[in-house]
């Protein structure tokens, strides 16, 4: 037998389309639906005869200070942030464009939440390992599950690449850079 | 359950199971138990039959998990509607949006399938269709001219170098307009070879032979030894032309026809094949744009026996055979006798030495037709009544089906001796031992396709569905284990390790690498535009909207294309497109595809539009209206998301 490592989280009060990122998935889809069903108010039963955590009692969910300052994720490094790169902002709008632009729109709330200074509320490695993790994200991290109980809308695995991802922070920096700018 | 009775006492007395073959339930049930969240081990690809299809399931479960659209319209899927599908289903005779499937044949390398190809014949309108086993889609449909009830299809070669077809029903080769009292002076069959790319799979006619009118009805190719010969069981050696049924089974013997076809490469090398004027289509998914292609051929090179010796030999086989089925060493050939009391076994190594010692006995046309006696290995005697096809596993024995017994015959090749039979529920056609036809069987089951159900499962009205059996073949005997349904009529099957084919798994199209005419990357870029009186929507989807979602300008007598790209990059997440009284079916769009409605509204009013297939929590709010205006409107073409 193969073990499966993709578990269907939806459920009728959390209709959530899943991607795996390893049997790591199996272990969180009981944080998973107990904090939607907390989030979506469909009572705090949580599912009966399946191996799991309950969910973690503390706001940090067991996680540790780097994770919550720094989310959970690929990125383990903070990203090299310069003056900003013209060109690599530019590839990153293409990207954001194709893969990001349905739910996010620069400057308003949109499906998502507005990116526009999103670098005065998160490190640069937390929007990183939002865009990479984004499942295992909404899952654990108290801030990205208070924006899904907030927006119903779980920020999509869009398979990007850590270059891209970079690309992309480098664009949605740029209207953060040009307010700093003004402001010196 | 009179059926299930008379199968019973039809079955040949001696070496049955008391038991009827069932394993202790129990036991039974652990050995198909697929856990919740656990796979299946195995993938069973069943022929649809005549839903012209190909249907998924899991092994041991018997759980359903994927209908493969191929020869026949899937509304559900939008094969046969979206724009992009159509040209798969173009032919001589025009668009054909159904087939009957019966005969799945994995793509294989050094005789063993590799995982990369299935491929399927249509036997009404005489095609092979081959399937991506990366994404489980028709990747391409080639028709066959010169061919009519294409059943001999499409099996393949040892390194899928060929896959092959063959003529049921002969036919005027060419078509020609004549009494069809004059069968045996104008009816011809033909065996084509159909080259396969090693590196796409992409197929091509190489060459076809003219064959003696008979009705080509299997075939296997051999390996090992026997490689580069090809063996297909023929009928009809008399020739009728009515009721077949009576006229059609009176001579004790009709043939296998053995094609030396690595000989037949070389004449066609040679220069001695003729081009015959035809028309067929081959119709292809280019894989960067995702649509369709249909390119009309207008010639095939056929070669004439005639001109051609040593290629083409008749073997002796009782008594109107069926299939024919080449054992993992390539030395032995089984045939099905489907009126037949024994199963004929032949030697390859013998047919070669009869061949060189001349060891003729008449001929068919100028084809010569070897002795019986000198190309046979041995007959396995008391195989059941009506053994139809036979299937090998990895310690040397055969399991072949007994139609009219209703049974499971189980030999050792070396011996042609009976070690184990199991009845079926109930009349048997194909099986399938994974692997079974390869030089590799896995083993480990059989599984029995069933052609008659009755009593084994509720009720359901005059039809009830096709039954398959899962049989262990671990021991000395066959015991059942599962009984599971089956769409339309699985004639044969064909099934693989999920370790092969699950890896391989394509789970997204890249957006990047769409190169869809129609696509539309980004929401920046969704937006309509009139061409005369085609409206082309280029629109987005994603989790939950359309962009745009409201669309005003069209008007009655317009023909609307929705250009669909979802712009999901996950895996499992289509969305699906429907129109309000939309003469088709919906769209199902998989991530990063672009996929095209084309709408001819017939009213004016303001349309709904909306996807079907559940994605995120706000599913229900993923809809949009289009106004359509009356003829000779002015209404500004406009289009908007959001506001």
Redesign the interface.
């Given at each position: 037998?193969?073990?499966?490592t993709?578990?269907d989280g939806?459920e009728p009060c959390?209709?959530?389309?899943r991607?795996t990122q390893g049997a790591a998935a199996?272990l969180l889809l009981i944080p998973l639906l107990a904090a939607l069903l907390f989030s979506q108010g469909c009572g705090d039963k949580s599912p009966d005869g399946t191996a799991g955590g309950a969910v973690a009692s503390t706001a940090e969910g067991g996680l540790s200070a780097d994770e919550l300052e720094n989310g959970i994720g690929p990125a383990k490094t903070a990203p090299e942030l310069g003056p900003l790169n013209a060109e690599l902002a530019a590839s990153g709008q293409q990207i954001f464009?194709?893969?990001c632009?349905?739910?996010h729109r620069m400057g308003e709330r949109f499906?998502g939440p507005d990116l526009n200074q999103i670098l005065t509320r998160r490190t640069p490695r937390y929007v990183m390992n939002m865009i990479l993790n984004p499942t295992e994200m909404v899952q654990r991290h108290p801030e990205a599950k208070k924006l899904l109980a907030e927006y119903?809308?779980?920020m999509?695995?869009?398979?990007?690449t850590q270059d891209e991802a970079r690309a992309v922070l480098e664009y949605i920096r740029s209207p953060h850079e040009a307010a700093q700018a003004k402001a010196n | 359950m009179g059926l299930g009775a008379a199968g019973l006492l039809l079955q040949s007395c001696g070496q049955s199971q008391p038991d009827g073959g069932m394993m202790g339930s129990g036991d039974a049930a652990s050995r198909v138990y697929v856990a919740p969240g656990t796979h299946d081990e195995m993938y069973l690809f069943c022929s649809g039959g005549f839903s012209g299809n190909v249907t998924v399931y899991g092994i041991p479960s018997g759980r359903h998990l994927k209908d493969i659209a191929v020869f026949s319209q899937y509304p559900e899927k939008g094969w046969g509607y979206a724009e992009e599908t159509l040209p798969m289903f173009n032919t001589s005779h025009g668009f054909v949006p159904w087939d009957d499937s019966h005969h799945p044949e994995f793509s294989q390398t050094a005789g063993v399938p590799d995982g990369k190809w299935l491929f399927i014949n249509g036997n009404n309108t005489p095609r092979i269709a081959r399937i991506n086993l990366a994404t489980f889609e028709t990747d391409e449909i080639i028709e066959i001219p010169n061919s009519s009830g294409n059943h001999g299809s499409p099996f393949t070669t040892m390194n899928s170098e060929y896959v092959v077809a063959s003529t049921r029903f002969s036919v005027p080769i060419p078509q020609e307009d004549v009494a069809i009292k004059s069968y045996k002076e104008k009816f011809k069959g033909t065996l084509t070879y159909v080259k396969v790319d090693p590196e796409n799979g992409d197929m091509d006619i190489a060459f076809q032979i003219l064959v003696p009118g008979l009705n080509y009805d299997l075939s296997h190719s051999g390996k090992g030894p026997s490689h580069g010969w090809s063996f297909f069981t023929c009928y009809n050696s008399e020739q009728a032309n009515s009721l077949l049924e009576v006229n059609a089974s009176r001579n004790d013997k009709d043939y296998i026809a053995a094609v030396n076809w690595k000989l037949a490469e070389q004449y066609v090398a040679q220069g001695k094949a003729r081009e015959m004027a035809v028309s067929y289509m081959d119709n292809h998914m280019d894989e960067h744009t995702r649509a369709g292609v249909s390119e009309e051929r207008t010639s095939v090179k056929v070669l004439d026996p005639a001109d051609c010796p040593e290629m083409i030999y008749y073997l002796p086989t009782p008594k109107s055979p069926h299939g024919v089925d080449v054992d993992p060493t390539g030395e032995y050939i089984a045939a099905g006798g489907k009126l037949a009391a024994v199963i004929p076994v032949h030697s390859f190594s013998k047919m070669l030495k009869a061949i060189e010692d001349r060891a003729f006995d008449g001929d068919v046309n100028g084809i010569p037709v070897l002795r019986y006696d000198a190309v046979l290995a041995g007959e396995v005697k008391d195989p059941g009544l009506g053994p139809l096809h036979t299937e090998f596993d990895d310690k040397g024995f055969a399991y072949t089906s007994s139609f009219i017994s209703s049974e499971i015959v189980k030999w050792k090749v070396s011996t042609q001796t009976v070690v184990d039979r199991i009845p079926t529920y109930y009349s048997i056609g194909h099986l399938c031992v994974p692997g079974g036809d390869s030089m590799k069987p896995w083993g480990k089951y059989v599984v029995a396709l069933n052609k008659i159900t009755k009593d084994r499962y509720l009720p359901t009205g005059p039809e009830l569905s096709q039954s398959a059996q899962l049989i262990d073949i671990t021991g000395d005997k066959m015991k059942l284990l599962l009984d599971f349904p089956t769409i339309g009529e699985p004639h044969y099957a064909q099934a693989i390790p999920a370790s092969i084919l699950a890896p391989r798994s394509v789970r997204f199209f890249k957006i990047e690498d769409n190169a869809s005419p129609f696509v539309t990357r980004s929401e920046k870029d969704a937006r309509v535009e009139r061409k005369g009186n085609e409206v082309h929507v280029y629109m987005t989807s994603a989790r939950s909207h359309f962009a745009p979602d409201n669309i005003e300008g069209i008007r009655v007598g317009d023909t609307v294309l929705f250009h669909v790209t979802n712009l999901e990059q996950d895996w499992d997440v289509p969305h699906g497109f429907a129109v309000m009284g939309a003469r088709n079916a919906e769209l199902l769009i998989m991530p990063g595809e672009t996929r095209t409605l084309r709408w001819e509204p017939t009213q004016a009013g303001v349309i709904p539009f909306y996807c079907t297939d559940f994605c995120s929590a706000l599913h229900q709010e993923m809809q949009g209206y289009a106004r359509v205006s009356p003829v000779g409107s002015t209404t500004e073409l406009s289009w908007s998301l959001g506001d």
């Open positions: 037998m193969i073990q499966q993709q578990s939806r959390a209709p959530v389309r991607s199996r464009d194709m893969k632009l349905s739910c499906i119903l809308a779980p999509a695995q869009q398979n990007l | -």
